[in-house]
C-alpha cells in the first residue's frame, strides 16, 4: 500500500468512539473512501461514512486499546495499491503488506499494528528495457519497456492510465529502483516502474468482449462439462474434507493463465498457512519454474481484523487488472468470499444500518457484483488483450446453498463448480457434484472446442450428459426396486454412466500423469466409452444378453485410460478389443 507515501496531511480529527473495527472521530478534515490513521500507534483505516463534522472509519488492524481522545491523521488519499515488479512471488497481507517484511519489522506476522510497508521493494533495483525511443509517441496505457521480473514473467512498464501521454523524449535502458524515472515525455510527465492505483476504481478498459475460449484446467470434470471462460466467473462452495484444497491447488497449478492471483480471505489461520507453505514449495508443470513465479498471494486470516477482508478483495482484483493490462491472462481466486460477506455484516450492524436476509446488509448482492464484474476479457487501452477470471470459493455453513451469500453469488457467476461433501466420502474425486454443478459458458467456448479439439466435441459430450441424467433418474428405481428389476438396455446405461463417473470424471490429483488431462485426451476418454456404448446397445438389440455385453474383459481397461501417457495407442487398441470382443457375440 501507497497510502503514507506522498499524500497531503490534513487536519488532525479525535477519535470519539471505537466499537471493534469501527472507530468514529469528530472534527476529520476527510472525504468518503479515504486513507486515514487512527489512534496514537497509527492504525490504518478507511473512510465509510461522513455525517456533518462525525466521520465513520473501519480500521483494518486490531484496535484493542485504541481510546476516545487519540488522535486521526487523514492523509487526503483513497486506499490503494503499489503496483510494479516485485508483486510476483510475494506474500502480503490484505493492506498488501509484504509478509515477510512485517515479520522482520515485528518478529511476528500476526502482531502487526500500526506497522507501515510498502506493498514493492523501493530499494530493489530492475532491468528495464525499453520498448520505446525519443521521438515516439504514446498514449495512456501504452507499454514502454519490459523488466525480467520472475523466469515466468516479464513485466510491463506502462504509461499510467491517469496520464495524458506525449512524445518521449528519453527512454534508457538500465538498472534503476521502482521509483526513478526510466522514461520521460515532452509534457513532463515522468513515468516509473511503479504507479499507484486506487483499489475500489476499476482500471480502464477500451473494451470488454465476449470471451470465447476457455480457460483450460486440464481437469476433465471441469473442461468436459462446465468450463469457465478466460475472464469468465465462478463459485466454488467449499464444504470441510470436499477436496477445496486440493482443488483450488490443481487450478493454481493447471490453469493455463499466465498469472494467478490467490486472495486467502478470513479463511482459518491454518488453512491458509497450508497455502502459505504449499504454494512457495508447488512447481510450475509447464515451465518447470516456481509456481510462486507467477502467483502474487495475499493471506487475510480470520485471526487478522475483519475490516481488512474487504480490502484484500479490492487489493487481488487491482493487481489482477494490472497485469491484464500488459496482456496477460489472470485467474484470480479468492477463498472466501463468505468471509468477506460476514465482515460487512459485521461493520453494517456497528453501524447500525438496516438489516437484509440473515443480517447481512441489503446491498451485500451490490457488493459482490461490483466484485465480479471487474473480471472479463478485455481489450486494453494500449489495444493488448487481456483477460481477469474470477473464481470466487463460498462456504456456506452446513452445506446449505440456499443461504443469501451463496444465493447472491449465484445470481451473478456463470459457472458453479458444486463440490460435495458425500462424493468426496465416497472418494469420488475431483468431487464436483455433476447433476448440481452448471456452466453458462459451454455454447459460447463450443467452437473453440470444435476448432481445436474435435467437430463433435459438442455432441459427445451432449450424449455424456444425456447418459449421466439417465442414470440419476434410474439410480432412483434402483433404490426402490434393485437393479435386476430393470430393463436390460436400463442396467447397460447404467454400465456405461458408471464408466464415465470412473474413467472419465474421477481423476487423481496426486497421479504424476493423471493429474493433469489436456482436452484432447478429456475428448477420447469419453469417446473411448461411447464406442463401448454404441456396440454394446447394437449387441443388446441383435439380442446378446446385457450380463455378456457387460462382463467383455476389455471394458475395465476404460478406467486406466486416465493414468497412460501415451494414450492414444492405448485407446485405439482398446477401442478395437471393446468392438471385436463385442462383435464376437453375435
Ligand atoms: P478440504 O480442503 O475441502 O478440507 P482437501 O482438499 O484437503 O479437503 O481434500 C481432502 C483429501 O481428499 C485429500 O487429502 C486427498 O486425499 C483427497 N482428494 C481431494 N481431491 C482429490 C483429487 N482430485 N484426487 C485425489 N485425491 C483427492
Known amino acids: 500500500m501507497s497510502q503514507a507515501t506522498e499524500s497531503d496531511v490534513r487536519e488532525d480529527g479525535i477519535i470519539e468512539s471505537v466499537s471493534g473495527p469501527v472507530v468514529t472521530a469528530r472534527d ?41 481522545g487519540e488522535p486521526v491523521e487523514g492523509t487526503g488519499a483513497p486506499l490503494s495499491v503499489d503496483l510494479g515488479p516485485g508483486m510476483l512471488d510475494a506474500i502480503y497481507d490484505g493492506v498488501q503488506r509484504p509478509l515477510d517484511v512485517l515479520e522482520e519489522k515485528m518478529g511476528s506476522a500476526y502482531l502487526d499494528r500500526g506497522v507501515d510497508a510498502p506493498g514493492i521493494d523501493l530499494e530493489k533495483t530492475w532491468e528495464f528495457e525499453p520498448t520505446v525511443e ?47 524515472t526510466v522514461v520521460e515525455l515532452d509534457n513532463g510527465e515522468e513515468i516509473q516502474m511503479r504507479q499507484e492505483w486506487p483499489v475500489r476504481s ?82 510450475d508443470p509447464i515451465t518447470g519454474n516456481a509456481l510462486m513465479d507467477r502467483t502474487c498471494l495475499i493471506a487475510n486470516t ?13 487489493t487481488g482484483i ?66 493488448t488483450e487481456g483477460s481477469v477470471s474470477v473464481i470466487g470459493a463460498v462456504s456456506p455453513p452446513g452445506g446449505d446453498f440456499s443461504e443469501p451469500v451463496t444465493q447472491n453469488t449465484l445470481r451473478i457467476v456463470k459457472t458453479f463448480w458444486a463440490l460435495d461433501a458425500d462424493l468426496a466420502e465416497r472418494r469420488h474425486f475431483p468431487s464436483i457434484n455433476w447433476n448440481e454443478s452448471y456452466s453458462l459458458y459451454r455454447d459460447q467456448l463450443d467452437p473453440w472446442f470444435v476448432e481445436n479439439v474435435r467437430d463433435d466435441w459438442p455432441e459427445t459430450r451432449q450424449w455424456a450428459i444425456d447418459t449421466l441424467d439417465e442414470e440419476a433418474e434410474l439410480q432412483e428405481i434402483v433404490q426402490l426396486v434393485g437393479k435386476d428389476a430393470l430393463p436390460e438396455d ?34 477420447r476418454i469419453m469417446d473411448a466409452i461411447k464406442t463401448y456404448n454404441d456396440a454394446a446397445f447394437d449387441a443388446l438389440e441383435a439380442g446378446v444378453p446385457v450380463e455378456e455385453i457387460t462382463d467383455i474383459d476389455a ?17 485405439d487398441d482398446l477401442e478395437d478389443d471393446i468392438t471385436s470382443e463385442i462383435r464376437e457375440m453375435y
Open 490 to 523: 436400463q442396467q447397460l446405461t447404467l454400465e456405461i454412466a458408471r464408466y464415465l463417473r470412473e474413467a472419465w470424471l474421477q481423476q487423481n490429483a496426486f497421479h504424476p500423469t493423471d493429474t493433469y488431462c489436456e482436452p484432447e485426451k478429456t475428448y
Open 555 to 571: 471394458a475395465p481397461r476404460l478406467n486406466r485410460i486416465g493414468v497412460q501417457e501415451d494414450y492414444n495407442e492405448y485407446i
Open 28 to 68: 476529520l478534515d476527510a472525504r468518503m473512501n479515504d486513507v486515514v490513521y487512527v489512534g496514537s500507534e497509527g492504525l490504518m483505516g478507511e473512510v465509510i461514512e461522513i455525517e456533518g463534522n462525525i466521520t465513520t472509519i473501519q480500521v483494518y488492524e486490531e484496535t484493542s486499546g485504541v481510546s476516545p
Open 202 to 283: 476499476q482500471r480502464p478498459a477500451e473494451e470488454k468482449e465476449t470471451p470465447t475460449e476457455p480457460l483450460i484446467s486440464g481437469q476433465r470434470v471441469l473442461d468436459g462439462l462446465f468450463p469457465i471462460a478466460k475472464g469468465g466467473t465462478a463459485a466454488i462452495p467449499g464444504p470441510f474434507g470436499s477436496g477445496k484444497t486440493v482443488t483450488q491447488h490443481q487450478l493454481a497449478k493447471w490453469a493455463d493463465a499466465d498469472i494467478v492471483v490467490y486472495v486467502g480471505c478470513g479463511e482459518r489461520g491454518n488453512e491458509m498457512t497450508e497455502v502459505i507453505e504449499d504454494f512457495p514449495e508447488l512447481e
Open 134 to 180: 525519443a521521438g515516439d509517441t504514446v498514449e495512456s496505457g501504452d507499454i514502454v519497456g519490459t523488466v525480467p521480473e520472475t523466469p515466468s514473467i516479464d513485466h510491463k512498464v506502462m504509461v499510467p492510465p491517469d496520464y495524458e501521454g506525449g512524445e518521449v523524449t528519453s527512454a534508457e535502458s538500465g538498472n534503476f529502483t521502482v521509483e526513478e
Open 302 to 314: 480470520s485471526n487478522m481484523p475483519v475490516a481488512a477482508r474487504e480490502s484484500c478483495v479490492y
Open 318 to 383: 487491482t493487481i489482477a487488472e494490472y497485469f491484464r493490462d500488459m496482456g496477460y491472462d489472470v485467474a484470480l481466486m479468492a477463498d472466501s468470499t463468505s468471509r468477506w460477506a460476514e465482515a460487512m455484516r459485521e461493520i453494517s450492524s456497528r453501524l447500525e444500518e438496516m438489516p437484509g436476509e440473515e443480517g447481512y446488509p441489503a446491498y451485500l448482492s451490490a457488493r459482490l457484483s461490483e466484485f465480479y464484474e471487474r473480471a472479463g476479457y478485455f481489450q486494453n487501452i494500449n489495444d
